[in-house]
């Protein structure tokens, strides 16, 4: 159980292209979601908290209108990653909780590089 | 703010056991996890620990609490190839990471030497 499915899983796009990265929950309902991003041999910093129904909260440091995410179902939410740039390359994850005091689950990541 | 601190590298030999190491510094830790993440993939939840215990046990995966001393472990008993990943100390305050974000460490990377 509690799997989460991200995609897509590899991303190849120019410059100034937006990018559509989804996340949904698969076998249980999501109340949260959260994105986090990851580069290369570096940990996982968390970019935004998202809650079914509601508006994202974004992390100090990370533009909202850049990162738009929309969580407008218990099993799905998506982030847009608006007019890229070759600095918005990186792994993209997501992970999913069913409510407060359960695990976050993750899904497998979506690596985007930006020519 | 929260740091998670992990030495990077590990090396041991086929059927040994490994013992990751992780310090954190945020006193409100009340839930700590352990993830793994193999190559190009995303994070696989081992195993979670509420800071209320000293210790929990999980077929060949045990985990140690020391709260005193903001001290987390994870034992990996008979360590096989498949072991072979980053593995990832997290935190998180109150409700278990479920409503509050994780902070991570920087990974450990466990080497399997046959």
């Known amino acids: 159980g509690a799997v989460v499915s991200q995609h897509p899983s590899w991303v190849i796009c120019k410059s100034g292209t937006s990018v559509k990265i989804e996340c949904r929950s698969l076998d249980f309902q999501a109340t949260t979601m959260f994105w986090y991003r990851q580069f290369p041999k570096q940990s996982l910093m968390l970019m935004a908290t998202?809650?079914?129904?509601?508006?994202?909260?974004?992390e100090q440091g990370v533009e909202k209108d850049k990162f738009l995410i929309n969580h407008a179902s218990l099993t799905l939410s998506t982030l847009t990653v608006t007019s890229a740039h070759p600095e918005d390359s990186s792994f993209y994850i997501c992970?999913?909780?069913?409510?407060?005091?359960?695990?976050?689950?993750f899904g497998d990541g979506t690596r985007l590089s930006i020519l | 703010g929260e740091d998670v601190e992990q030495s990077l590298f590990l090396s041991v030999r086929e059927g040994d056991s490994s013992v990751i190491n992780c310090t954190y510094t945020?006193?409100?830790?009340?839930?700590l996890y352990w993830y793994k993440q193999e190559p190009g993939a995303g994070l696989q939840l081992l195993t979670y620990i509420f800071s209320n215990m000293d210790m929990k046990q999980d077929q060949r995966l045990t985990v140690l609490l020391n709260k005193k001393d903001k001290h987390l472990s994870l034992r990996i008993a008979d360590t096989q190839t498949g072991d072979s990943a980053i593995y990832f100390c997290a935190e998180t305050p109150y409700s278990g990471g479920g409503a509050d974000g994780l902070t991570f460490g920087k990974g450990t990377h466990l080497i399997i030497q046959p």
């Open positions: 992970s999913a909780s069913s409510g407060p005091f359960q695990p976050q689950h």
């Open positions: 945020d006193s409100s830790s009340t839930y």
């Open positions: 998202s809650n079914e129904g509601s508006k994202a909260t974004y």
